[in-house]
């Protein structure tokens, strides 16, 4: 059965509460007075319930209008959005794009893609922190439309990749940590006699992954960066960063590079699915190919 309702009549009891009177609604929406009045009355008798209480020397809604009032108007953000996000995909740049970022990477080197996109497309953006194999899972899963992590000896068949640069890794831990004490060299029976912080991989279906984290070694699993730095800088355990994440902890004299170590060169790249490209994702390749830096 159709309903009575229509957008059109939202539309105008929409003007009618915000200008105060059938004529400035009227004037707003380049109708006549005598134009909205009808649609209204014909609107209560098919209806059959009264939008307007007029007993009194102005038109004031009823509870039953009030609630068309404020359904209605739900109803007509809804449609706005449908057709916004119609006509952007239309136009061949995607609704919504998520890029998974490895826990490794500041996400915050992301921040300048997603203001320079705003300026060209409205496509939402969702910056995902994903883990280990979590970050390949994402991408096989359609978590992640694109992928920025280190590199793994062998890609996927269906997926390409682009490296971006290097990111460094040093061994560090507090400044009064007692494996500074130690001497010799740090190799891994060495390590393993502390208790290591790591990051938990985000793998939801496929086997969890581990780097640097010996098996008979005590460990402290976190969820992020932002919760190892701390649990490193508290004393809790030994573990690696990135230095530009480092640097300024050792700087401020909280965290040390452990003597007898040696720092780890990573290759990290961009990947995504071959045959899953649209504007958005192509115009993020571009950008990330000329500008991307670690932040």
């Not at 309702?5 to 005598?34: K, Q, V």
């Not at 497309?121 to 994402?138: N, P, Y």
Request: hydrophobic share 40%; with cysteine; charged share 25%.
């Amino acid at each position: 059965m159709q309903s009575p309702i229509t957008l059109e009549a939202l539309h105008i009891l929409d003007a009618i509460d915000r200008r105060g009177s059938f004529a400035a609604a009227a004037n707003e929406l380049n109708r006549a007075p005598s134009s909205l009045s009808y649609q209204i009355q014909k609107l209560e008798q098919d209806l059959d319930i009264m939008i307007f209480d007029r007993s009194g020397h102005k038109a004031n809604f009823t509870d039953a209008g009030k609630l068309i009032l404020e359904r209605g108007r739900a109803i007509l953000s809804a449609t706005e959005k449908l057709v916004h996000d119609a006509t952007v995909l239309a136009n061949g740049w995607e609704l919504d794009i998520t890029l998974a970022v490895d826990g490794l990477i500041p996400i915050s080197s992301f921040f300048p893609l997603v203001d320079a996109l705003g300026n060209v497309s409205k496509t939402r953006v969702r910056l995902q922190e994903e883990i280990l194999a979590g970050c390949w899972e994402s991408l096989a899963n359609d978590r992640a439309d694109l992928l920025v992590c280190p590199r793994i000896d062998t890609l996927p068949q269906d997926v390409k990749s682009e490296k971006l640069g290097t990111l460094t890794t040093v061994w560090v831990a507090a400044t009064d940590h007692y494996v500074h004490k130690r001497a010799g060299e740090f190799d891994e029976q060495a390590r393993q006699k502390y208790r290591v912080i790591a990051i938990a991989d985000t793998a939801r279906d496929q086997p969890a992954m581990s780097v640097n984290i010996l098996e008979k070694q005590p460990r402290l699993t976190v969820t992020n960066l932002n919760v190892k730095c701390q649990a490193l800088v508290d004393g809790l355990g030994i573990g690696t960063l990135p230095s530009v994440v480092a640097q300024p902890l050792i700087d401020a004299g909280k965290l040390k590079i452990i003597d007898g170590s040696e720092p780890r060169e990573l290759d990290i790249i961009m990947a995504w699915r071959r045959n899953k490209i649209g504007e958005a994702k192509s115009w993020c390749i571009q950008y990330l190919k000329k500008h991307w830096q670690l932040r």
